[in-house]
């Protein structure tokens, strides 16, 4: 009883000591903040950058809650000015009255600048960095069958949205 109990004492020390001193494991960062309503910036092409601040979002988006990630799509909006003047692929922060339809996608691991997604039986990582007004995050190179080589420029959603 003695053995296993020190056991247990020097394995908690030891998560302690990592999640405390480690920043991809702590809650310390700003990084690990992810849980909410994420949209990816309308005028991002092409794997570059949005050229309007990402101001106009996509309809396609995510949520994240503790610890699982879903796909959101909205299915109300009646904004002009997308992306190929396609009406309603887009819409700007904070339109109120827009539903979403939400499709599970996965559990998440985070680290200190990776997020990790648990999908079809494959993890893929994606790396990310934060700028003045998006995220921006990418595949790693090693890629799960249904990972796309596109990197995302993402922006955290502050209105209400009504989730199916």
């Known amino acids: 009883m003695i053995k296993i109990n020190k056991l247990f004492y020097y394995n908690y020390l030891l998560a302690f000591c990592l999640t405390c001193f480690n920043?991809?494991?702590g809650?310390?960062?700003d990084t690990q903040e992810l849980d909410g309503i994420w949209f990816i910036c309308e005028f991002s092409v092409s794997n570059n950058p949005p050229d309007d601040s990402c101001e106009m979002l996509d309809n396609?988006?995510?949520?994240v809650e503790q610890g699982k990630i879903s796909h959101l799509k909205?299915?109300?909006s009646k904004q002009k000015g997308c992306r190929g003047d396609r009406i309603g692929h887009c819409f700007k922060?904070?339109?109120p009255g827009l539903k979403a339809k939400k499709r599970k996608i996965g559990e998440f691991v985070i680290g200190s600048n990776w997020v990790e997604i648990d999908y079809l039986a494959c993890s893929q990582r994606y790396w990310f960095k934060e700028y003045e007004n998006f995220w921006h995050g990418w595949p790693?190179?090693?890629k799960c069958i249904w990972t796309r080589t596109k990197e995302f420029f993402v922006q955290r959603y502050e209105g209400d949205l009504?989730?199916?």
Request: no cysteine; proline share 5%.
């Open 27 to 29: 809650k310390s960062s």
């Open 162 to 164: 009504e989730i199916n």
């Open 60 to 63: 396609d988006g995510f949520l």
């Open 23 to 25: 920043p991809s494991i």
């Open 93 to 95: 922060d904070g339109t």
């Open 140 to 142: 790693d190179d090693k």
């Open 74 to 76: 909205i299915k109300n």
